[in-house]
């Protein structure tokens, strides 16, 4: 399946895409009013059925998708996972996995903008696979981490780069509207072998990135296992499993994402992810 959340005529909603629409499931099951409180409560079987030979209630193209995951308890993103990448960055290859944490503020969904920060024009692009947790756990055991994965969406890793290797890592990674992620979440049944998935970055129509989850430093169920080890994993959580090599900031001369570029990440299996980009205005993050 394909699990989207969106909003339609005002009002925000989740559901099963099918046939270039989607079937909503917050109006048949209203005791789930999002996708993260139906991960919370198993209902992946009960959402299935219902879905089975459902015309859907909305077109796709009527509707704007949000993060699938809106309102994540948990965004924890690794870096430093992609061998090239790490060369590329002139890095030595870790020896343990290297995490930093996103606020769900900077969270964007599919065809809404990336927003370059006036404070910055470095803004580079980095393509991800994330993993989106189904089940809750602690200590989660490598050979189990799968049966705790609720499906996989895309992730853009957009960076800030003067910020994240001048002032600090979580300042250059937690810019208002500077992680798209969607447009939707496969279900792990759809994608039996993760590891080898592709992914590409376009920006512009020229591609910039090509990888492949096979190059993993730290692959999935270590990721899994990892995390668990020192905090307890919630439904919903996204983990983005790092980026490939390719990106801006180690291109002579460096590529930064400007206002009026277009970004497409994919990922083999889940689809692509598109955003425009645009310069900050003063109604970003507003209260």
């Known amino acids: 399946m394909k699990l989207a959340s969106y909003i339609h005529a005002g009002r925000p909603s989740w559901g099963v895409v099918v046939d270039g629409g989607i079937v909503d499931m917050a109006r048949r099951f209203p005791e789930l009013p999002s996708l993260r409180s139906a991960l919370a409560a198993a209902a992946q079987t009960r959402i299935a059925a219902a879905a089975r030979g459902a015309k859907p209630d909305v077109a796709l193209d009527a509707v704007t998708l949000l993060p699938p995951i ?122 039996p072998e993760p590891g080898r998935l592709n992914l590409r970055t376009r920006l512009n129509g020229v591609e910039l990135q090509n990888g492949n989850t096979s190059e993993l430093i730290f692959d999935i169920p270590a990721i899994v296992a990892y995390i668990s080890s020192f905090t307890p994993l919630s439904p919903g959580d996204i983990i983005a499993t790092g980026t490939p090599s390719g990106v801006g900031f180690t291109r002579k001369p460096p590529i930064w994402l400007k206002p009026g570029d277009m970004v497409e990440i994919e990922v083999e299996r889940i689809g692509v992810l598109r955003n425009p980009v645009r310069a900050e205005t003063d109604a970003d993050g507003a209260s």
């Open 70 to 191: 809106p309102d994540p308890e948990k965004v924890i993103c690794f870096g430093n996972n992609y061998r090239e990448h790490v060369l590329e960055a002139g890095l030595k290859i870790p020896e343990y996995p290297s995490l930093f944490v996103r606020l769900a503020n900077t969270l964007v969904g599919h065809g809404g903008a990336i927003v370059v920060p006036r404070v910055s024009s470095e803004l580079d692009y980095e393509t991800e696979l994330a993993l989106v947790m189904g089940r809750a756990g602690r200590h989660v055991p490598a050979a189990k981490a799968f049966d705790y994965i609720a499906g996989y969406t895309c992730f853009h890793d957009a960076s800030v780069r003067d910020f994240q290797l001048k002032h600090s890592l979580d300042a250059g990674k937690n810019f208002i509207g500077t992680g798209p992620c969607g447009p939707w979440i496969v279900t792990a049944d759809e994608i």
